[in-house]
């Protein structure tokens, strides 16, 4: 049991939001990968999304590891998806920056060093983004300062989506929130809506999640690929909706979704057809 004498390191101004829908399997790896980290954040915000198993009681656990106060929980009355939830969350956060991790992910123990160097660095920017990789392998990525760090513009954001959600970090004033009600690509929407802005968005090119599914094509979410492709193009809509990107911009946006949809169904055809070697 981890009690408050492991958690006597560099406290940094992060709220850390993570949702919980029926994650009792894996919130331990999630919540423990924060308390590795080899700076603290303020605090870890769980966002109980109305789970009907015993995450509940595994989420009341947890916090009893840690010190009071540490790790605070909010139950949702209804299932509203990761989005909304991530919103609840980041509506009660006190620090300065807004940290997001999946209860199926785990951070590299100098995540949040690396990137909140990355961010104070950087004041303008509103957003910052890394690497992340399939597995629970992720090699060391060195001092803070040896990371490299790219600006991603607007435009590139368009055309694909940058950065994995277990990899963002935002400031806690950023004026826009997850789509409510959105449960597909609602991720990739506020990224673009925040680069829309203006906003300065930052990816470091080191390798700081691990998540434990394939971006596509795997169970869950991640791969009902119709219901992703048809969120993508209501994500350009909305955007045009916005004023960000012309109407024209928005229906040639969708074609080339709908292309790359196309190429992700192969895929997957592909990867079924693939013998499953045997022992």
Same mark, same amino acid.
């Given at each position: 049991?981890?009690?408050?004498?492991?958690?006597?390191?560099?406290?940094?101004?992060?709220?850390?939001?993570?949702?919980?829908?029926?994650?009792? @399997?894996?919130?331990?790896?999630?919540?423990?990968?924060?308390?590795?980290?080899?700076?603290?954040?303020?605090?870890?915000?769980?966002?109980?999304?109305?789970? =009907? =198993?015993?995450?509940?009681?595994?989420?009341?656990?947890?916090?009893?590891?840690?010190?009071?106060?540490?790790?605070?929980?909010?139950?949702?009355?209804?299932?509203?998806?990761?989005?909304? @939830?991530?919103?609840?969350?980041?509506?009660?956060?006190?620090? %300065?920056?807004?940290?997001?991790?999946?209860?199926?992910?785990?951070?590299?123990?100098?995540?949040?060093?690396?990137?909140?160097?990355?961010?104070?660095?950087?004041?303008?920017?509103?957003?910052?983004?890394?690497?992340?990789?399939?597995?629970?392998?992720?090699?060391?990525?060195?001092?803070?300062?040896?990371?490299?760090? %790219?600006?991603?513009?607007?435009?590139?954001?368009?055309?694909?989506?940058?950065?994995?959600?277990?990899?963002?970090?935002?400031?806690?004033?950023?004026?826009?929130?997850?789509?409510?009600?959105?449960?597909?690509?609602?991720?990739? !929407?506020?990224?673009?809506?925040?680069?829309?802005?203006?906003?300065?968005?930052?990816?470091?090119?080191?390798?700081?999640? @691990?998540?434990?599914?394939? @971006?596509?094509?795997?169970?869950?979410?991640?791969?009902?690929?119709?219901?992703? %492709?048809?969120?993508?193009?209501?994500?350009?809509?909305?955007?045009?909706?916005?004023?960000?990107?012309?109407?024209?911009?928005?229906?040639?946006?969708?074609?080339?979704?709908? !292309?790359?949809?196309?190429?992700?169904?192969?895929?997957?055809?592909?990867?079924?057809?693939?013998?499953?070697?045997?022992?």
């Amino acid at each position: 049991m981890m009690n408050a004498a492991a958690l006597e390191r560099a406290t940094v101004p992060v709220s850390v939001v993570i949702p919980c829908f029926c994650c009792s @399997a894996t919130i331990n790896r999630a919540v423990h990968s924060v308390a590795s980290q080899s700076v603290l954040p303020v605090e870890i915000i769980l966002v109980d999304d109305a789970s =009907d =198993d015993d995450t509940p009681s595994v989420l009341r656990l947890l916090q009893e590891q840690f010190h009071s106060g540490w790790i605070k929980i909010i139950t949702q009355s209804t299932n509203s998806g990761a989005g909304a @939830a991530r919103n609840s969350g980041w509506e009660v956060a006190k620090s %300065e920056y807004v940290a997001f991790l999946d209860a199926d992910d785990a951070w590299h123990p100098k995540k949040l060093e690396i990137q909140l160097y990355a961010m104070s660095t950087h004041p303008d920017a509103l957003l910052s983004g890394h690497r992340s990789v399939i597995g629970s392998t992720l090699p060391d990525p060195g001092s803070p300062d040896k990371v490299l760090i %790219e600006k991603i513009t607007f435009r590139q954001l368009l055309l694909a989506n940058r950065f994995v959600t277990p990899s963002v970090m935002v400031k806690r004033t950023v004026p826009f929130r997850f789509r409510t009600g959105q449960r597909h690509m609602e991720d990739h !929407l506020l990224w673009m809506q925040i680069a829309a802005s203006g906003a300065l968005v930052l990816r470091l090119n080191a390798p700081l999640a @691990a998540t434990f599914k394939p @971006a596509y094509g795997a169970s869950g979410l991640s791969s009902n690929l119709w219901l992703m %492709e048809k969120a993508e193009c209501s994500n350009y809509l909305q955007l045009a909706g916005d004023g960000a990107i012309s109407r024209l911009a928005a229906l040639a946006l969708c074609i080339y979704s709908v !292309l790359k949809f196309l190429k992700r169904i192969a895929v997957k055809a592909t990867r079924s057809m693939i013998p499953t070697p045997s022992n």
